[in-house]
């Protein structure tokens, strides 16, 4: 059974860092296209960045820049680095893993998994 569990989610204020973590148990995140989005009630789920089980990554436009993804096989784990923060970023978080293809994508109804989500506030 897949589970994915975030955390690392926190306050901060606007110009702050967090790391964010994507963890999961009894398989191997490294097989899977791992996908960070978020949604912020009223709006609907942004992808924010995702990493291909070949390495390759993508981001969107509005993070591109300020955010980093990132895998340690030796973990088990995804994660991305959160820099610059505005309060624009405000949102709970999730990652999702699906059967890694040709390239992952920012579209988080493509995945198959996601976890329970990690709140990030960003505020002065």
């Known amino acids: 059974q897949v589970q994915l569990v975030e955390s690392g989610g926190g306050s901060v204020q606007p110009g702050g860092s967090l790391r964010l973590s994507c963890a999961a148990s009894e398989f191997t995140l490294a097989y899977y296209d791992i996908l960070w989005f978020r949604q912020v009630p009223g709006k609907e789920r942004e992808g924010v960045s995702c990493i291909s089980n070949d390495g390759s990554t993508y981001y969107a436009d509005s993070v591109r820049g300020r955010f980093t993804i990132f895998g340690d096989n030796a973990k088990n784990a995804v994660y991305l680095q959160m820099n610059s923060l505005k309060a624009e970023d405000t949102a709970v978080y999730y990652c999702?893993?699906?059967?890694?293809?040709?390239?992952?994508?920012?579209?988080?109804?493509?995945?198959?998994?996601w976890g329970q989500g990690t709140q990030v506030t960003v505020s002065s």
């Open positions: 999702a893993a699906d059967k890694g293809d040709w390239a992952c994508t920012l579209t988080p109804d493509e995945y198959e998994f």
